[in-house]
T-cell receptor, first 115, second 113 residues
Framework: GAVVSQHPSWVICKSGTSVKIECRSLDFQATTMFWYRQFPKQSLMLMATSNEGSKATYEQGVEKDKFLINHASLTLSTLTVTSAHPEDSSFYIC???????????FGPGTRLLVL | QKEVEQNSGPLSVPEGAIASLNCTYSDRGSQSFFWYRQYSGKSPELIMFIYSNGDKEDGRFTAQLNKASQYVSLLIRDSQPSDSATYLCAVNPARGSARQLTFGSGTQLTVLP
């Protein structure tokens, strides 16, 4: 149980395009999901907390207009990187927490390469 | 500022030995504690969580929590080369609700065949 999927697992795009990443909880409902970014050899960095039916809470320094988060259902949150640039190339990982619990289960991650 | 500190590593142990990973946290009000394993190039995978003082065992893994000392550890018995990974300690200020985790910087474990 407690499986989280992400799609796509890999994406390569041209600078200036937008990329949407989906995060799904497959066997549980998740009121809250989290989005992280991880650069090579570095720690996880929390980008935002996503709550179903409400606006996401972004961490300091994360541009909410650039990283659009939508959590429209209890099993799906999406992260859209708008007007992507090479510096946005990273490993994006989501996690989901079963409603009423505190344990975060991570998705497999999405590698974004912006050319 | 809430902090979670892990022994810096890298930690190398021979196959079959016990690997001991340690973590201290600064927020005395912390309620739930997690150990994640992250293989190179992969996302974190939950190994164990613990809420109460004492030991919690799951197969070859034992988590130990001492809230008075603000200390949590993970023991891996009969270490295998497949256990080679970075181990992340994470702390949650609450139980029963989703909150931001505070992560340690991780300890890199290498199990030598």
């Amino acid at each position: 149980g407690a499986v989280v999927s992400q799609h796509p697992s890999w994406v390569i795009c041209k600078s200036g395009t937008s990329v949407k990443i989906e995060c799904r909880s497959l066997d549980f409902q998740a009121t809250t999901m989290f989005w992280y970014r991880q650069f090579p050899k570095q720690s996880l960095m929390l980008m935002a907390t996503s709550n179903e039916g409400s606006k996401a809470t972004y961490e300091q320094g994360v541009e909410k207009d650039k990283f659009l988060i939508n959590h429209a259902s209890l099993t799906l949150s999406t992260l859209t990187v708008t007007s992507a640039h090479p510096e946005d190339s990273s490993f994006y990982i989501c996690s989901a927490t079963p409603t009423g619990r505190e344990t975060q289960y991570f998705g497999p991650g999405t590698r974004l390469l912006v050319l | 500022q809430k902090e979670v500190e892990q022994n810096s590593g890298p930690l190398s142990v021979p196959e079959g030995a016990i690997a001991s990973l340690n973590c201290t946290y600064s927020d005395r009000g912390s309620q739930s504690f997690f150990w994640y394993r992250q293989y190179s190039g992969k996302s974190p995978e939950l190994i164990m969580f613990i809420y109460s003082n004492g030991d919690k065992e799951d197969g070859r893994f034992t988590a130990q929590l001492n809230k008075a000392s603000q200390y949590v550890s993970l023991l891996i018995r009969d270490s295998q080369p497949s256990d080679s990974a970075t181990y992340l300690c994470a702390v949650n200020p609450a139980r029963g609700s989703a909150r931001q985790l505070t992560f340690g910087s991780g300890t890199q474990l290498t199990v030598l065949p």
